[in-house]
């Protein structure tokens, strides 16, 4: 089993920024993807980015290309996302997630961190 903690949500205005930090425990060996998603009240989850454990190539949703960046510490099982020139919209509960090598979708997810943007 895989155990994700999200942590760094909280209050920013917007264009500022805020950093979050999800760390991975137990299997975490089998690691092919992690990744960020999000999700406001009253909508499906969408995905903002996501970054491959081995390669560290990175995909962003068209949203957030340009102010957020998807980072890995593989030494610390940790993923970051740095979210820059915040906007109200990107008001959230952020969740970071888990996808093994041999999946089709992410299998873990962590428990969620708000992030509220203020104009």
């Known amino acids: 089993q895989v155990q994700l903690v999200e942590s760094g949500g909280g209050l920013a205005q917007a264009g500022g920024s805020l950093r979050l930090a999800c760390a991975a425990s137990?299997?975490?060996?089998?690691?092919?993807?992690m990744g960020w998603f999000r999700q406001t009240p009253g909508k499906e989850r969408e995905f903002v980015a996501a970054?491959?454990?081995?390669?560290?190539?990175?995909t962003y949703a068209d949203s957030v290309k340009g102010r957020f960046t998807i980072s890995r510490d593989n030494g610390r099982n940790t993923v970051y996302l740095q979210m820059n020139s915040l906007k109200p919209e990107d008001t959230a509960v952020y969740y970071c997630?888990?996808?093994?090598?041999?999946?089709?979708?992410?299998?873990?997810w962590g428990q969620g961190t708000q992030v509220t943007v203020s104009s």
């Open positions: 137990g299997r975490t060996s089998r690691t092919y993807l």
């Open positions: 970054i491959s454990w081995s390669t560290s190539s990175t």
């Open positions: 997630a888990l996808r093994p090598f041999g999946a089709v979708r992410y299998d873990y």
